[in-house]
Each structure stands twice: as structure tokens, then as C-alpha cells.
């Protein structure tokens, strides 16, 4: 030991099992640990043993080696998580030595003291664990450990790194670990807040609008000026007749920007309005809207249904002034040559709907039939001159370059009327349910300074798990989904309109502009269905947090199951999804045609436009291969020439993809009943 102990640097001492575990090192380095013990003499405490450790055992050596050693080493530092007791034994016996200048009581990890490292750190490095204080590296050892003891699963990536961040920001494991098991600590779990923004728009009165007077009267009952984007859209030619893409933020008054147009255009004789939504529900409501708000100018009418299977039987009035209808109504009338009469608006709400796999291309091949349909008849009459086209949005990736393709202007309005502060936590699929009913309870209890109680949309992924979550909800909830009866959902939609519900559950799937005016929305899933969100889809659901007329600020929080996924097929975990979504950048919106797409949309193209499918093909946003998918349509018997034949015209009107065509056929030639066809075509479309 003698070489060593001419170059050391460092002795470290850490109290342990009565004795002192020294580490001595040099240039940082650990040189060798040793054990020693103290006894009192009438000189004071004194070395009584001393022994050099190597893994588990120990090489005696003589006492005064040490007082050589101490001499020898340029600092002596004592823990500071030796007691009180210790410190002062040791100090005494250094000073009988004359050695007391060069000790020192520092702050080191617990951690790395008791296995023999010596490992200092300061108020700014320390995180506190217990009543003691470690150091990050051992931290993150045991936060990994915490992790994989709580079951949660294995937290990966980001996620991962958010905890890691947060424990090192708050310097505070335990607080860490409180997340882990569902308490909510809103200084941790708060991810970052959407400031509330307000672009300088000079708005618009409506006195001076000039419309038609039965709407112009009706608007001045209501408003003295427009909303900034409705100022804009006004200023940029909406009422001359521009077609118009409008994107802005959830409750900034889009949706009034297409009834403006559609009922004045209505009411001075240029024709219906048509306004197109994605969903029954979605319909139905807007349905009630009109017929409430402008009932008594217009007459109304709704066409949904049209499913794969049958025409939902709904009375559909063509002749009306304004039809509310889904993309699938609406797209169902042009297949089956339902006269639509002079069409002199069409809004498309929710037109960020190009970009979903299964319904975009349906979207996309509306919009090319119905401006065909426009068009020809326009050709046919001197007294038409075609529709108005409005698209509606909150959210869109590229709106200058959607904008383009459609051939409308861009109404790009950039506002947040309140903010929105997003939080982010980790919980089980059990332990997720407990933290919802808090954060329903704490939301319902808090009333905003407009005289609102707050309350809650929890999004989740299936119908099942809105009902289970809305059973173990302590305050009044209800379920949402599309399997519920009509009425059913328009009592949930009245009571959460009279503050009766502290929160509705409902599949992500109803997202889209459902009208509850809520303060906070809760992702109980990051998934719609077995497909996880796109950020399209993420910032869609949680820009119906906090309304202007009703809330201060909006609150959300998604909980994360780590380590989860809700089907096989999915490459990523719930952890992973969740920082993927809030930091990302909104997907562009483009509308893909695989081979069943193309096929389905060219078949109903040549139905509706015979040999002029190949320019409706061509005017769509997608890019879809004309010559392959007429081939095959000739390959399946579904056209001849430019005319579906009887199998084809049963296939395009009932929305039914190639496959799925034929497995009815094959089924009907075996006598299988209805509802074993119906499994086959699901089984089939849940393979692909």
C-alpha cells in the first residue's frame, strides 16, 4: 500500500454497521475501499482495526497504517449521512492527530456511499429520496426500478425521458413515483399550455352586410359584428360567390361563415344548400340547428344512412332548401340518380376527413361526382350557374397546398379564444378509471368566472369502455357513442347542455364537432378503434376543451398506460404514441388510393358520369390509376363499357368493396343466411 498512499487525493468515510467504510481515490478514481473501526482510549477515540476490502473480503492490516494514510491524502470528507455521533468520533480522533484542517463533512449519495463510491453532490445535483438525498445516476437506477415494480409495463422512449426530466427538474423521486400510481400533482403532469391568441382582424358589422332581408334580419336579432374569421371570409368574397377553405380553431365560428352563404344564396333563388358531415350524429344535430335557427326562412331535410348493406330508410325531401346530410347520404343519392335539384352551396364540414384511410377516398369521390353533377347541369340550364363551395376545418397540416386543390381561398384564421393547458399522466387500464373520476370531481366542483361549472369529454376507444367508465364515474355521466338510439343521444346532448352531467364518455370516433361545451377533455385511449390517433386526430379531440362564451381556460389530460397497445398490429406503445402526439407536427392531409379504393371510386364515377369518369378520376385530389382499376372492373363483370352492369350497380350503391362483392356472392350461392354474410364481409375487413 505504500506507492498508494504517496498519491492519494481523496479519503471518504461513511458510517456503517458501527465501523467507517473508507473509499480513498486519486484524480477521482477510486484507488481501493477499506474498512476501520474506532475504539476510546484516554487520549480519545483511536484506530483499533483497520482492513483493506476486496469484493467480500477483508485484508487485515495495522491501525497506524491509517494515521499514515490520513497524513498522506490532501482532503479528508465524512458523509453526511453518518450520524451525528460518528461525525464527531471521527472529527475528535482526526484532531488528535492534528488532521482536522483537512476534514469536512460533505453530502453524498446514500446509494453509492453504501456500495463503496464516493460520490458528492450539491443542492443543485441532489434528488431527494425519502428523507435523503441521492445522486441522478442512482435516481434513475431506482426510478427504473420503481417503474418495473409499479407493473405498468416497460416505460420506453420519451416517455421514459419525460419522467427522467421531471424527476431531475423537481429533484424529488417520491413525487415521481405518487405519478406512477395515479396522484395528480399538476406541477408534474402539466406538459405545456396552447396560449390563448388573438389575431387583429377589423370586424365586421352585420348591418352592413346587405343579404337577403328575412337573414339579415335574423343575424342583426343576433350579433352586432362577426367573428374575426367570419370578418375575413366576408372580406374575402364570400358573398360573390368564392369558393373557400375555412381553418380555424374549434368555437371560432367557422360553421356560420357556410350558413351565410348557403341560406342567403337559398333565399335569393341560386339554388340549395347542401352541408356535408361525416357522421349520423353529427347530422342529426345540425339537422335540429337549422330547423331551430332557420326554420321558419327555409324548409329542411336530412339524408343519412346509405350503409354498405341497405338505405337506412330515412325521408329524404331533394326538393328542400337545405339538406343535412352524412358524405355517404348524399354520395348515395348521386350512385342511385336521385335528381338533387339546383345545388347553389355545398359546405363540406370536417374536410380534413380526406386524409383517413377508409373514408377519405369516399370523400374525395363525392366532391369530384357532385361538381360533375354541378357542372352538367349548369351546361344543360342558362338559369344556373353552379354552387358555391365552402370547406370547413379546425385542423389541417397543409392548408395552402389543400386549399389549391380544391381551388378555393384560404380562410386561415389562427386564434385560441381561451387557453389550454395540457397534462400528461401514467396509470394502468384499472388505475386510469380512478384518476378520471377525480378529475371529473375536481373539474365539476370549479365554476368558471363566466358562472359555468366545468366538465369533462373522455375519449376512449371502444363502445364497451364508455359504458364501464361512465358506470364508475361517482358524478352524474352518461356514455356517447353511435350505438345509442337517437333519443338516448339527444337526452345526453340536453343534459350536458344544462350542466345536468359532469361528463359524457364517448368513442373517439365522435370527435368531429359534436356540440358539448366542455371545459376538459381526458384521452382515457390514444387510440380510435385498434388504429392509433393521427396528431390531426389528437389536436381535433382536444380542441374541444374550454369554449369562450363558458370557460376561462381549457384543461386536458391524457393518460398513459406504459408499455400498451390495444391490438397486435400495433407497431408503437401508448408512451410512445403520447409524446408523438403532443410534439408533432400536423399530418399533411392527402387522400391514398390503394387498389380497393380506386376500384369502388371509379366504378361510382362511371355510374354517375359514364365516359367522363376518367376526368372526374383525374379532378380528385388522389392520385388514382384509371387504367388498372377500369381493367379490373371489366376483369369482375361490375361495368360494360361505360355502364355497370347490374352486379356493378348493386356493388357501387351499397358501397361495397371488390371482395367483399364477392364473398356475398359466393355466400348467396351457398344459401348462407344474412347475418353469417354479414360476420364473413367484418371477419374479412378486421383481416386486412
Not at 382536444?542 to 391490438?567: N, S
Request: hydrophobic share 35%; proline share 3%; with cysteine.
Amino acid at each position: 500500500m505504500s506507492k498508494q498512499v504517496q498519491q492519494v487525493e481523496t479519503i471518504f468515510c461513511h458510517e456503517t454497521g458501527g465501523d467507517y467504510l473508507l473509499v480513498v481515490q486519486r484524480d477521482g478514481k477510486r484507488l481501493f475501499r477499506a474498512k476501520l473501526g474506532l475504539s476510546e482510549t484516554s487520549a480519545g477515540p483511536r484506530p483499533a482495526k483497520f482492513r483493506l476490502k476486496d469484493g467480500s473480503s477483508e485484508e487485515p492490516r495495522q491501525p497506524d497504517e491509517f494515521i499514515e494514510l490520513a497524513r498522506r491524502a490532501k482532503r479528508i470528507r465524512i458523509s453526511e449521512q453518518t450520524s451525528q455521533e460518528g461525525r464527531q468520533e471521527l472529527t475528535e480522533m482526526l484532531s488528535g492527530y492534528q488532521l482536522a484542517d483537512k476534514v469536512k463533512t460533505v453530502r453524498t449519495c446514500r446509494y453509492c456511499a453504501s456500495a463503496g463510491r464516493y460520490s458528492p453532490i450539491t443542492t443543485e445535483t441532489a434528488v431527494k429520496d425519502d428523507a435523503d438525498w441521492i445522486c441522478q445516476d442512482c435516481a434513475r437506477r431506482e426510478l427504473e426500478r420503481q417503474l418495473s415494480y409499479s407493473g405498468g409495463g416497460e416505460v420506453t422512449g420519451a416517455a421514459k425521458d419525460r419522467l427522467e426530466d421531471l424527476m431531475l427538474e423537481v429533484q424529488d423521486l417520491d413525487r415521481i413515483v405518487n405519478l406512477l400510481q395515479g396522484r395528480l400533482d399538476p406541477d408534474l403532469t402539466k406538459f405545456d399550455t396552447i396560449s390563448a391568441t388573438t389575431d387583429e382582424v377589423d370586424p365586421v358589422r352585420v348591418d352592413s352586410l346587405n343579404l337577403h332581408p328575412g337573414l339579415q334580419g335574423l343575424l342583426e336579432d343576433r350579433f352586432e359584428t362577426l367573428l374575426p374569421v367570419q370578418s375575413l371570409s366576408v372580406e374575402n368574397g364570400l358573398f360573390d360567390g368564392e369558393d373557400q377553405m375555412v381553418v380555424s380553431a374549434t368555437a371560432t365560428g367557422k360553421t356560420l361563415v357556410g350558413e351565410m352563404t348557403g341560406i342567403n344564396r337559398v333565399l335569393n333563388g341560386k339554388g340549395k344548400m347542401l352541408f356535408l358531415v361525416p357522421l349520423v350524429a353529427l347530422a342529426n344535430q345540425k339537422h335540429e340547428d337549422f330547423e331551430a335557427e332557420y326554420g321558419d326562412l327555409v324548409d329542411v331535410s336530412i339524408r343519412v344512412g346509405a350503409s354498405r348493406i341497405t338505405d337506412n330508410g330515412n325521408q329524404f325531401d331533394p326538393n328542400a332548401d337545405v339538406i343535412v346530410g352524412t358524405y355517404e347520404g348524399i354520395d348515395h343519392a348521386l350512385r342511385t340518380g336521385k335528381d338533387m335539384g339546383d345545388i347553389g352551396t355545398v359546405v363540406i364540414d370536417e374536410v380534413h376527413t380526406l386524409k383517413e384511410e377508409e373514408r377519405g377516398h369516399r370523400l374525395d369521390g363525392l366532391i369530384s361526382r357532385l361538381k360533375h353533377t354541378c357542372e352538367q347541369r349548369a351546361e344543360r340550364r342558362d338559369d344556373y350557374h353552379g354552387a358555391q363551395w365552402v370547406y370547413l376545418s379546425a385542423t389541417v397540416g397543409n392548408p395552402e397546398h389543400l386549399a389549391g386543390a380544391l381551388e378555393s381561398t384560404l380562410i386561415e384564421f389562427e386564434e385560441r379564444p381561451v387557453p389550454i393547458e395540457r397534462h400528461v399522466t401514467f396509470a394502468d387500464g384499472q388505475e386510469k378509471v380512478r384518476v378520471e373520476n377525480k378529475l371529473v370531481k375536481r373539474e365539476f366542483d370549479t365554476e368558471s368566472s363566466k358562472g359555468y361549472r366545468g366538465q369533462t369529454i373522455i375519449f376512449t376507444n371502444s363502445r364497451r369502455r364508455c359504458h364501464e367508465i361512465s358506470r364508475k364515474l361517482e358524478y352524474s355521466s352518461a356514455p356517447y357513442h353511435a350505438g345509442l338510439d337517437y333519443k338516448r343521444r339527444k337526452t345526453v346532448e340536453r343534459q350536458f347542455g344544462e350542466q345536468e352531467l359532469s361528463a359524457v364518455v364517448t368513442t373517439a370516433a365522435l370527435a368531429a364537432g359534436v356540440d358539448f361545451p366542455a371545459s376538459q377533455v381526458v384521452f382515457d385511449s390514444l387510440a380510435m378503434g385498434i388504429e392509433w390517433l393521427s396528431v390531426q386526430e389528437f389536436h381535433q379531440m382536444l380542441g374541444r376543451a374550454g369554449r369562450p362564451d363558458y370557460h376561462d381556460k381549457g384543461t386536458v389530460y391524457v393518460l398513459v398506460e406504459p408499455d400498451c397497445a390495444y391490438h397486435n398490429s400495433m407497431e408503437m406503445s401508448e408512451d410512445e404514441v403520447a409524446f408523438t402526439l403532443l410534439k408533432g407536427e400536423m399530418e399533411s392531409v392527402m387522400t391514398h388510393y390503394d387498389e380497393r379504393a380506386a376500384i369502388e371510386e371509379t366504378l361510382a364515377n362511371i355510374t354517375v358520369g359514364g365516359k367522363a369518369a376518367k376526368a372526374l378520376n383525374d379532378r380528385m385530389l388522389g392520385d388514382v390509376p384509371t387504367k388498372h382499376a377500369i381493367g379490373k372492373l371489366l376483369q369482375y363483370e361490375f361495368i360494360d363499357g361505360f355502364e355497370p352492369t347490374p352486379l356493378g350497380r348493386v356493388v357501387t350503391e351499397h358501397f361495397l368493396a371488390p371482395d367483399e362483392a364477392f364473398t356475398l356472392l359466393d355466400g348467396i350461392r351457398k344459401d348462407a343466411a344474412p347475418a353469417e354474410l354479414v360476420a364473413d364481409i367484418e371477419l374479412r375487413d378486421a383481416e386486412l
